[in-house]
C-alpha cells in the first residue's frame, strides 16, 4: 500500500503528460461512471475545480473570462450543489483541474435529412435559392440507407460534443413523393429511438408552407402522417417575408 502511494502520483502525472489534458478527464470520468456502473448505482460524485459561468454563483469572484472555480456534486446522476468549497469525502472525487462546466446543448434548429450533402453537390452561389436548388437535384439520392447514414453522423457529432437535445426539420415530409415521404420518417424513427436510449432527445419539425394549410384535404393528410410518430411537431414555413414593391 506505502509503495502504491507513492507511485500512483507517477503514474498519473505521466498519463495525463501523454494523453493531454482533455484526454486524460474524459478518462476519470468514464472511469468513475464504471465504478458506479459496478455497484449497480447511477454516478455520485464530485467534479473537484470546475469553473462555470458566474451566472450560477453571482457571490462568488469570476476570473478575466467570467467564469467561477467551484465543485459539482452529482447524486444519483442528477445535480445535487455545485459549491464554492468543500471538503465531502464520502463520495468519488475527480479532479478537473479548470475544465468549463456548462449545460448540455440544445440544438433548436437543425437539418438532418438534407446534412452532410456538400462534398456531393455544392452551393456556388451561398444562398438560399441555392441551397434549394441543390436539395432538388440531390433529392434522387435520398434513400434510406443515405439518409439514415449521414443523419447519424451529425447526431453522433452533436452527442460527442454535449448536445442533450436536437430539433430537425422532416425535409421532405410533405413531398407528393410517397416513397421519399416514407424514407424521411423512417429514418427518423430509427434515429429517434437509437439516441434516446442514450439521453439525447430527437424532435422532427413536420413542415408545410404556411398557405397549403388551407388546403384542407392535403392539410389532413399531412397532419395524420405527422401524428403517427412520435416526438413530430407541426410548423410552417412562410417564404419570402421581405416587404415587396407596389
Not at 114 to 128: D, F, L, M
Not at 173 to 197: G, H, I, P, T
Request: charged residues 25%.
Amino acid at each position: 500500500a506505502a509503495v502504491l502511494a507513492l507511485v500512483l502520483p507517477w503514474v498519473k502525472k505521466v498519463a495525463k503528460a501523454r494523453l493531454g489534458r482533455a484526454a486524460w478527464l474524459r478518462l476519470r470520468l468514464r472511469a468513475a461512471g464504471a465504478r458506479c456502473a459496478l455497484l449497480g448505482r447511477a454516478p455520485s460524485l464530485v467534479l473537484e475545480r470546475v469553473r462555470v459561468p458566474s451566472a450560477v454563483m453571482p457571490e462568488a469572484s469570476a476570473d478575466e473570462e467570467g467564469l467561477v472555480e467551484c465543485n459539482v456534486h452529482i447524486h444519483d446522476g442528477e445535480i445535487a450543489a455545485v459549491l464554492y468549497r468543500d471538503s465531502d469525502e464520502s463520495v468519488a472525487r475527480v479532479e478537473c483541474d479548470g475544465a468549463v462546466c456548462v449545460p448540455c446543448f440544445r440544438d433548436s434548429h437543425t437539418h438532418l435529412i438534407k446534412t452532410e450533402i456538400v462534398p456531393r453537390i455544392r452551393n456556388a452561389t451561398a444562398s438560399i435559392s441555392g441551397a434549394l436548388a441543390c436539395e432538388l437535384q440531390d433529392l434522387q439520392r435520398w434513400t434510406l440507407e443515405d439518409v439514415s447514414r449521414r443523419a447519424d453522423f451529425a447526431l453522433r457529432c452533436a452527442y460527442h460534443h454535449g448536445s442533450s437535445a436536437v430539433r430537425t426539420h422532416l425535409d421532405g415530409c410533405a413531398s407528393e413523393n410517397e416513397e421519399l415521404r416514407a424514407v424521411v420518417y423512417e429514418a427518423f424513427d430509427a434515429l429517434r429511438d437509437k439516441y434516446a436510449a442514450l439521453g439525447l432527445v430527437v424532435q422532427g419539425v413536420a413542415n408545410l408552407y404556411l398557405p397549403q394549410y388551407l388546403d384542407e384535404p392535403f392539410a389532413s393528410e399531412h397532419v395524420e402522417r405527422a401524428l403517427r410518430h412520435e416526438n413530430v411537431v407541426l410548423g410552417a414555413y412562410c417564404g419570402n417575408v421581405t416587404p415587396q414593391e407596389p
